[in-house]
């Protein structure tokens, strides 16, 4: 086995909300789950800290910069095959932002727009339908 099979890798995903309920998704420019939509969110660095990660993946994937301190976790997703390229762990972040709030798609994002929550596309990459539930409903 190769440290990928054995060895987890963590990654950061933000829901970024407006106060009218819409959530940012981008729609994803290379596999696994190519031209899905999904959150912005990324691989957290070696020394980096996944709250500091997903402000970083956040800017980078939209061009939406929010400070680490207006980000909220809402949980830990690690359940088994989640992610088809092995053992991945995201710490999945909340944050409201404006209504208006411009996105524009970068990095390795194909398209960033805004998508009412209460009408989501139904091609949701890895477990991000699961991660929005948990943000929008209190108490999750």
Request: hydrophobic share 45%; proline share 8%.
């Amino acid at each position: 086995m190769t440290d990928s099979e054995t060895e987890p890798i963590y990654t950061a995903d933000v829901v970024a909300l407006t106060p009218g309920g819409d959530v940012l998704l981008v729609e994803r420019s290379r596999p696994p789950f190519e031209g899905a939509w999904a959150l912005p969110g990324g691989h957290v660095g070696a020394k980096e800290a996944p709250f500091v990660a997903a402000a970083r993946q956040l800017a980078e994937e939209t061009g939406v910069q929010v400070s680490v301190g207006s980000l909220h976790q809402i949980g830990v997703w690690d359940q088994v095959g989640r992610d088809p390229r092995g053992a991945y762990v995201t710490f999945a972040y909340m944050v409201i932002v404006p209504d208006g709030t411009v996105a524009v798609a970068r990095d390795d994002a194909r398209t960033a727009c805004w998508w009412p929550v209460k009408n989501l596309p139904e091609n949701l990459a890895f477990d991000h339908a699961d991660i929005i539930g948990a943000a929008v409903t209190p108490n999750s």
